[in-house]
């Protein structure tokens, strides 16, 4: 999963090897699916243990256990990566910032991270008619594409644009464009429920504990998303 989701190498003999190891991936889980069908039915007394076992549950008996599967990675790549894309570059971001997260809402914390790292930093979308944009005149059949990542770090629109600084969102200050998720009808469909898990997993991670980060001063690997660098978080329960 990380090296499909996390890391897409580029030229035709990479994609091949990615093609066959998504197909390695989608037999794996295949198994997995029948293996659980045969042991039982998901869903009995405590609910679903994971991920798959929600899917099990919410699928007709029928459903072929192949098509199960693709249904899993499709959530686990639009859901549980950028969830924690998000978190990951919360954690990241405060520690290179000297913000403290235990001080801080998770909320704040998860928006501002989303910002300065947006899920979807790169949108594009074809012209269906000919329209003049910026001053700039589109004709149909031919391309827009706006750098999320360049507009959410707009020193005009954002003050102190290169900052990590969750306060920004605690009151009415001046915030600028704001697309972490695209926007107006072609909006990702599970941006709310992304940015919900997000906000739980970081204030569940920073409740109660002592956060330090080791690491993290590469660079990020520029793919589908930006993935933070490597970097390893030690969490301490704190003492009451």
Do not use: K, N
């Not at 390695?24 to 609910?47: M, S």
């Not at 199960?68 to 971001?93: D, E, I, K």
């Not at 235990?102 to 949108?123: G, I, K, M, T, Y």
């Not at 700039?136 to 031919?142: D, K, M, N, T, Y």
């Amino acid at each position: 999963m990380e090296r499909d989701v996390l890391i897409r190498p580029a030229g035709l003999p990479a994609r091949a090897a990615r093609t066959a190891l998504w197909a390695r991936v989608v037999r794996a889980v295949t198994g997995e699916v029948r293996a659980r069908r045969a042991r039982a039915r998901p869903g009995g007394p405590g609910g679903p243990g994971d991920l798959l076992d929600a899917v099990l549950g919410a699928t007709p008996p029928g459903t072929p256990a192949a098509q199960v599967a693709q249904v899993y990675l499709l959530l686990f790549r639009t859901s549980v990566a950028p969830v924690g894309h998000v978190v990951a570059w919360a954690l990241l971001s405060a520690a290179t910032h000297d913000v403290d997260l235990a001080d801080v809402s998770a909320e704040s914390a998860v928006r501002e991270s989303l910002r300065l790292w947006p899920v979807a930093w790169l949108l594009g979308r074809p012209a269906l008619r000919a329209h003049r944009v910026g001053g700039v005149r589109l004709e149909p059949g031919e391309s827009v594409s706006v750098c999320v990542y360049l507009l959410h770090r707009d020193d005009r629109h954002w003050p102190q644009a290169a900052r990590f600084h969750p306060g920004r969102w605690d009151g009415p200050g001046p915030r600028g464009p704001y697309l972490p998720f695209g926007g107006g009808p072609f909006i990702c469909a599970g941006a709310a429920v992304a940015q919900t898990l997000a906000t739980g997993l970081l204030a569940a991670v920073t409740d109660g504990a002592r956060l330090e980060v080791r690491g993290g001063r590469g660079r990020p690997h520029v793919a589908g998303i930006i993935t933070p660098p490597s970097f390893q978080l030690r969490r301490t329960p704190a003492r009451p």
